[in-house]
């Protein structure tokens, strides 16, 4: 059963995200699972780290890019502007925002842990705590999946995954 076990506003500088997009014919059984499988298979972390040190410590994000009527999905992680971009991988720069985040709390073994239900649970989480507002969702522009290994463990019978919603009012009390 999903849990939510943190809420937080965060400000975020601005950010370059590099990794590689991907888009909904990208899908397969409605997920990007695969895609993480072969992230993990590759190795492809380490090659995008390889030179560069991440702006997070190294958490993995999928990031989720709706503007224009185009939905593009980014694996990768965020880096400080102007880092320079591996061969092989491509970019989008991030300008400085507030950040709502939510811990979720679920079971990766049955999907509970992924896609809409626990986005929306984060998101109204957010609401409900003051953090994020109702335009924020009909705004949205880019939210995340965090995979942070201080908490995410895929490996767990119940682990956490953040769910990150960038908000329409940069200069707001933030927790960092």
């Known amino acids: 059963m999903l ?7 965060q400000k975020f500088p601005p950010l370059e995200f590099i990794g590689r997009s991907y888009d909904n014919h990208d899908r397969q059984n409605g997920t990007f699972d695969h895609l993480w499988q072969q992230w993990f298979a590759n190795d492809l972390f380490a090659q995008l780290r390889k030179e560069n040190d991440p702006y997070s410590g190294g958490s993995a994000y999928g990031f989720i890019n709706e503007s224009n009527g185009r939905f593009s ?8 502007i102007g ?13 400085q925002a507030s950040v709502g985040v ?7 073994d049955n999907n509970e842990l992924f896609g ?3 986005m929306k649970t984060a998101f109204e989480a957010l609401k409900e705590a003051k953090i994020a507002q109702q335009a924020d969702w009909e705004h949205l522009t880019y939210f995340f999946e ?3 290994d201080r908490r995410f463990d895929v490996h767990a019978k119940e682990t956490i ?3 990150g919603f960038y908000l ?3 200069d707001s009390p933030v927790n960092n």
């Open 146 to 148: 965090r995979y942070d």
């Open 102 to 108: 939510a811990w979720v709390s679920g079971r990766t």
């Open 161 to 163: 995954l953040d769910y």
């Open 168 to 170: 329409q009012d940069p």
């Open 3 to 9: 849990k939510i076990t943190h809420l937080e506003k």
């Open 116 to 118: 809409d239900r626990p």
């Open 83 to 95: 880092t320079p971009i591996p061969q092989g991988f491509e970019s989008f720069t991030l300008g």
């Open 73 to 80: 999905y980014w694996i990768g992680d965020l880096f400080d």
